[in-house]
C-alpha cells in the first residue's frame, strides 16, 4: 500500500480524489511555491493557513516536512482531518481551495477577490474541472535525468537555451 493510499484510507477518502487535488494544486511536488501568492507544498499551503498549523509560515512547512511522504503523512493529513468527512470530491477540493464552499451548489460563484487570484475559476464546478481534468504525470528521462512530462518540455528547452548561450 502506498502512503497516498494510506493517508486517503485514514481519511476515508478515495485515493484518486486526493490525489487529482495534490496533482493539481502541486503536479506532486512537495517544494512547489505558488510565484503569486507564495502558497507551497502539496496541497499549496497559504502562509497564514502554515502558521494556524504552529509553523512560522509555509516555507518552514516545506523545510520540516521536505519529502512527498513526509509533507502527506503529517501536514497534509492534520490539515484535512479537520475537514473530515469527505462525501464527495467536492467536500475533499474545497477543504483546499476555499473551505466554506465545502457544501455550495457546484454552480454558486466565488467572492470576487477569489475570482480574481484564481483567473478562470469563477464557480465552485470550475475548480472541480479543473483539478479533474489535470493530466496523470508520467515520468520520463531526459539525458540520465528523471523528469515528469510536464517538466519535461520545460527542461529540454532550459538545456537546449543554455547550450546556445554557451
Excluded: C
Excluded at 481519511?11 to 487535488?21: D, G, K, T, Y
Excluded at 473530515?84 to 457544501?103: G, I, N
Excluded at 531526459?142 to 512530462?149: D, E, P, S, W
Aim: proline share 7%; aromatic share 12%.
Amino acid at each position: 500500500m502506498t502512503t497516498l493510499e494510506t493517508v486517503a484510507g485514514l481519511l476515508n477518502v478515495n485515493p484518486s480524489w486526493l490525489w487529482a487535488l495534490i496533482q493539481f494544486e502541486s503536479g506532486g511536488n512537495p517544494a512547489a511555491r505558488n510565484p503569486i501568492s507564495g502558497a507551497r507544498g502539496l496541497i499549496q499551503f497559504m502562509h497564514s493557513t502554515a502558521r494556524a498549523m504552529g509553523f512560522k509560515d509555509a516555507d518552514d512547512l516545506v523545510n520540516q516536512y521536505p519529502t512527498f511522504d513526509s509533507q502527506l503523512t503529517t501536514p497534509v493529513y492534520n490539515y484535512l482531518k479537520q475537514w473530515a468527512p469527505f462525501p464527495t470530491k467536492q467536500s475533499l477540493y474545497m477543504s483546499v481551495f476555499y473551505p466554506v464552499a465545502r457544501t455550495w451548489a457546484p454552480d454558486t460563484v466565488f467572492p470576487d477577490a477569489v475570482r480574481k487570484a484564481n483567473p478562470k475559476i469563477d464557480t465552485v464546478q470550475d475548480y472541480i474541472n479543473f483539478v479533474e481534468k489535470t493530466p496523470t504525470k508520467k515520468k520520463i528521462e531526459i539525458a540520465g535525468i528523471t523528469v515528469f512530462a510536464a517538466a519535461a518540455i520545460t527542461t529540454l528547452f532550459m538545456a537546449l537555451t543554455q547550450k546556445g548561450k554557451k
